[in-house]
Every structure is written in C-alpha cells, then in structure tokens.
C-alpha cells in the first residue's frame, strides 16, 4: 500500500517538474529569439542607411548645377604687359554641370584687362575676353572642403587700341572649395589660359596665368 502511494505521488511530482521545466526551456528559446530578431534588425538598418547627402540622405552628395563668380586678385600676362595685383574688373562668370559626384562640364567667361608696357609714359590697355568650356572632376577631401581640376578650350579675344585678335586657347584650372552651407561654396584657385593669334610676323601670344577667389551657389 505505501509502495502504491510514493508511486502515485512520485509520477505526480515528476509530471509537474516536466512541466516546469519545459516552460523555463520555452520562455530561454524566446528570450533568445528576441535577442536574434535586435541584432539582425539593428545590422539591417546599419547595412543600409545612406550616408549623409546634400539632399537629405539619398542621391547627389554635391550640387549637380553650380553658378559662381570669381575675382582675379594676382594675374601675370602672357604677353608684354604688367601684372595685376587686387584689379577687380579681372573676373571670371562661370556655371556647371556635374554629371556625377565626381565628372562634369563648365562654361566660363573671363574678361580681363592689362597695361602693356610703354616709353615716353604711353601706357595702352589691353583688353581680352575668354569664352570657353573645360571638362572637371571633383573629389571630396573632407566633410566641408573639396578639390577639383579642369582641362579645355576658348575662344580667345585681344583688344589693344585699334588692334583687334583672335586665339584659339588652352585652358586649365585647378580650385579648392569650403562649404559655407549646403548650398553656398567659396573658393580660391589658379586659371591658365593660353594661346598665340598665330605664327606670323605681327601675331603674339595671348592670355595669362591668374590667382582667383570666389563664390559659388549650387542647387
């Protein structure tokens, strides 16, 4: 009879710690679950979020159209003429295009003006325009500050008093840019711009070599 007894109590102990048991094991799988389900929520939002842009988070991260202004604060001509120091009707109108982050296009025109050389205090002015076109790249050097260089072609006009010519020139240029806002940029740079008016007697070569500052607007 006392056998019977402990049997009967002993299977009723052991069902209910199976029961209790299981349940421990139930609620450790889920907390560990749970835990899994964080760190692969936590690991997808880090795999896929974009890096901060000009535009909120996704796309472009600098303006793909650029306008500015420059101002030619040092230029030395390529001909016999005095160099200019803080002339500030020496300036460049300039806009551009970026296909990409990093490539793009840029249409410029730069007027210029120079006091040629003279005896006898006649000094002339020189004056010369440039319209050309330069293919760029640009590369981010730091969150607020960037690089970027250009090779191209203008067409080139000479002035000197009754003296009018005409050059087909090679230009480069090489600028760097701080951020003010996600819209404005300064920069400062050098712009080259070479050519002769041709291989004759009376031709000469033409353009200069310039130190620039300036202020660009992007959207």
Do not use: C
Not at 133 to 141: P, R
Not at 155 to 168: A, I, M, W, Y
Request: aromatic share 12%; glycine share 12%.
């Amino acid at each position: 009879m006392k056998i019977k007894i402990a049997l009967k109590y002993g299977g009723f102990l052991l069902a209910i710690t199976s029961i209790i048991l299981t349940g421990n094991l139930d609620a450790a799988a889920q907390v560990k679950k749970n835990k899994l389900n964080v760190l692969s929520s936590a690991l997808s939002v880090e795999e896929y979020t974009a890096p901060a842009t000009v535009f909120g988070g996704v796309g472009r991260k600098f303006p793909t159209l650029q306008a500015g202004l420059d101002l030619l604060i040092l230029s030395s001509p390529h001909y016999n003429a005095y160099r200019n120091q803080l002339e500030l009707s020496n300036r460049v109108y300039w806009g551009e295009w970026w296909y990409s982050d990093r490539w793009g296009v840029k249409g410029f025109l730069s007027e210029q003006s120079f006091t040629m050389f003279g005896t006898g205090g006649n000094s002339p002015q020189a004056n010369t325009s440039h319209l050309g076109l330069l293919a760029k790249t640009q590369q981010s050097i730091a969150e607020t500050w960037k690089i970027s260089a250009g090779l191209g072609l203008a067409k080139t006009d000479f002035v000197l008093e009754s003296q009018r010519k005409h050059g087909n020139s090679l230009v480069s240029e090489f600028r760097i840019g701080f951020k003010f806002s996600a819209d404005l940029w300064t920069e400062a740079g050098i712009l080259t711009i070479d050519s002769t008016s041709g291989s004759g007697y009376g031709d000469q070569r033409l353009g200069s070599t310039g130190y620039l500052i300036g202020l660009s607007y992007g959207f």
